[in-house]
């Protein structure tokens, strides 16, 4: 069997479908959670309300790491079945959670839940097709993630206005949970032997560890721009999470607007994607990056300026559209770089750092929050943004 999406489509289509439910273990808490913070467990400190996304993401960027660098020795399949088990108790706990540090506990969980199912399929799904079907790989890979964190955001957000906050709206995530691993045990092949033979192609020597990480990281331009924008972008999405329910709120926002407005951005992000992915193996992956990167970044600072429904809808779109820019890209950029046998750890490794960006950006949200107010965390989050475009458009080669 080749590498390419034709000869490949049945277990790339699988891989698409269990990828919709990773987002969509992710969707069904991020319309809701802090309204249950606020309104059950009544924690009024913003720092506080965004532990939850603080722990998330650091728990996701380490097993990230973990999922690249055991790919190659553990195998694929059985990083994502163990991913899935880490996965099904979240729903229950959030469910029945007594109190908030419960609600802290299934977020650890869920972050190891996607930092390693999300992770393998992505890297099962550049094993799969080859290197001129990477952008639509990625594209179509994160698609499916995202539009099920939208479509779960609202659809959590609508049982909840209809039915409570708890037990109803996380329902969703146990058939999720359990369909995801049914899927994976059953019917998903491994795909590293499509990685040997790639390898055997390869004429460049493999980097020590240690010199994976410090490319990714710092010393390779390309990598190190990839690197930092990727964490930029989550940072926002982290003080998104966690800021903009609160913000819509006191804007005079309902709980049913709240999650439509939330509810579109992940949805453009994630449907953007099947264009952008495609567009950037044409066009290159730098110019996209860049260009997502400030697109992001106006919509945050037009986002504070925002008052009323229509406009709040508008801009959170636009922000989806600068987010579907660069996430294919990013993933489909560092597999143009990585030697096949070190690609795993690669991503791996701007995994780790793309998500750690959600604990950052929920903690730095958080403080500014509470010692000034939730629409600097977002002016500062976009002038961030910003900042990573033009160092971007500074540090990395066009690829």
């Not at 690197?227 to 998104?240: E, H, I, L, R, Y």
């Not at 996430?327 to 560092?334: E, G, R, V």
């Not at 959600?358 to 500014?368: E, K, Q, V």
């Amino acid at each position: 069997m080749q590498q390419s999406l034709k000869d490949n489509w049945k277990q790339f289509t699988l891989l698409v479908i269990i990828n919709g439910f990773v987002g969509g273990m992710v969707g069904m808490e991020r319309t809701i959670l802090p309204e249950i913070a606020e309104s059950e467990f009544h924690i009024a400190a913003r720092t506080a309300i965004l532990s939850f996304i603080i722990v998330f993401g650091i728990t996701k960027a380490i097993a990230n790491y973990f999922a690249g660098r055991l790919a190659n020795t553990v195998g694929r399949k059985n990083i994502l079945i163990i991913g899935w088990l880490y996965g099904l108790p979240v729903p229950f706990i959030l469910m029945y959670a007594p109190d908030w540090n419960w609600i802290v506990f299934a977020n650890v969980l869920l972050g190891i839940n996607q930092g390693l199912a999300w992770s393998t399929a992505v890297i099962m799904k550049i094993d799969l097709v080859g290197e001129k079907e990477r952008g639509l790989a990625m594209g179509l890979n994160e698609f499916a993630g995202y539009v099920a964190v939208a479509v779960l955001a609202f659809l959590t957000a609508y049982v909840a206005a209809e039915f409570g906050l708890r037990p109803y709206p996380f329902i969703l995530g146990i058939v999720m949970a359990a369909a995801g691993l049914f899927l994976t045990v059953f019917f998903v092949k491994d795909t590293e032997h499509f990685v040997k033979q790639e390898n055997k192609n390869a004429t460049n020597n493999r980097p020590t560890d240690g010199k994976i990480f410090l490319r990714t990281t710092i010393s390779d331009r390309n990598l190190s721009s990839i690197t930092q924008a990727g964490f930029v972008t989550n940072f926002k999405d982290g003080m998104a999470w966690g800021i903009f329910p609160l913000f819509l709120v006191g804007a005079g926002m309902s709980l049913g607007q709240v999650g439509i407005i939330a509810g579109i951005y992940p949805a453009l992000w994630g449907i953007g994607q099947l264009a952008s992915g495609k567009l950037s193996d044409y066009t290159g992956r730098k110019q996209m990056i860049v260009a997502g990167m400030l697109v992001q970044g106006i919509a945050l600072l037009f986002f504070g300026l925002s008052t009323d429904y229509a406009t709040f809808l508008t801009t959170a779109a636009l922000l989806g559209v600068g987010t579907a820019m660069v996430y294919p890209t990013f993933l489909a950029a560092i597999a143009d770089i990585a030697h096949p046998q070190e690609r795993a750890e690669t991503i791996g490794i701007f995994r780790l750092w793309r998500d750690s960006g959600y604990a950052f950006g929920a903690m730095a949200s958080g403080i500014l929050a509470d010692v000034i107010s939730l629409i600097v965390a977002i002016y500062f989050t976009g002038i961030i943004a910003l900042v990573s475009a033009i160092i971007t458009q500074i540090r990395m080669h066009r690829i």
